[in-house]
């Protein structure tokens, strides 16, 4: 998540200064028939003639019958404020989800009459909005995605509102710069279920990082990186 800010929260949009693109893929399960596999592109930059960002994601995601596809374009106006740069951020774009034919069952529909034996699609409005801050040692994000909460009737599905909280901090121990502290936490919720990102960071020298992420009753997760 912490390479990954644009997607939930529009107001990052542009606010590197910078041209910025970033791509993730992940499969799971490898190997089986219908195995999890989720791709996201994230691109963004910043048009300072109006103090504004712009940005697109881009997030697809395929698990057994079930494809699902965000689309969303991203607009961040920009004030400064102290040392860093503070953005007010809004996104829109399609939510579509499709539901494949190729069923075990013999008779899908006699179990469960929103199943369809034929496959089915269907799309919807998405709309996002957010606030973010950020500065050379410290940043931080409240936003929310699926405000529209699309209902998408000919596949059974209704997307379900969501709420972020992020934030990170950048410490230089004993005030070295070339040995940086870097921890930070991303705060999800429905408003039904919320689930906590830890993560630290210890980057030396501005060029090799070592790190671990804890997710509450999932995972740990240890990174190493260079840059």
């Not at 195995?35 to 103090?51: C, D, E, F, V, W």
């Not at 499709?98 to 069923?103: A, E, K, Y």
């Not at 009459?113 to 909005?129: C, E, H, K, Q, R």
Request: proline share 4%.
């Amino acid at each position: 998540y912490m390479f990954d800010r644009l997607s939930i929260n529009p107001a990052v949009a542009g606010t590197t200064g910078q041209l910025c693109a970033t791509g993730f893929f992940r499969q799971q399960w490898a190997g089986f028939d219908g195995a999890p596999k989720t791709g996201l592109l994230n691109a963004h930059m910043g048009i300072k003639r109006i103090s504004s960002g712009v940005g697109l994601s881009v997030y697809l995601d395929e698990l057994g019958q079930q494809k699902s596809t965000f689309a969303r374009l991203s607009y961040s106006f920009h004030r400064k404020l102290g040392p860093g740069t503070f953005g007010i951020g809004l996104s829109a774009g399609l939510v579509s989800h499709s539901l494949g034919r190729n069923w075990l069952t013999r008779d899908p529909l006699a179990q469960d009459n929103t199943i369809p034996a034929a496959g089915n699609a269907d799309s919807g409005f998405d709309l996002g909005a957010g606030l973010y801050y950020v500065s050379p040692t410290f940043w931080v994000g409240v936003s929310s995605t699926h405000l529209t909460e699309a209902e998408l009737e000919d596949v059974s599905i209704q997307t379900r509102r969501h709420y972020f909280v992020q934030a990170g901090y950048d410490w230089a121990i004993k005030g070295d710069k070339k040995y940086i502290l870097q921890p930070s936490f991303l705060v999800k919720s429905d408003a039904t279920s919320t689930q906590v990102d830890l993560n630290a960071t210890f980057l030396y020298n501005n060029m090799v990082w070592l790190g671990v992420s804890y997710r509450t009753e999932d995972a740990i997760a240890p990174m190493i990186g260079y840059q």
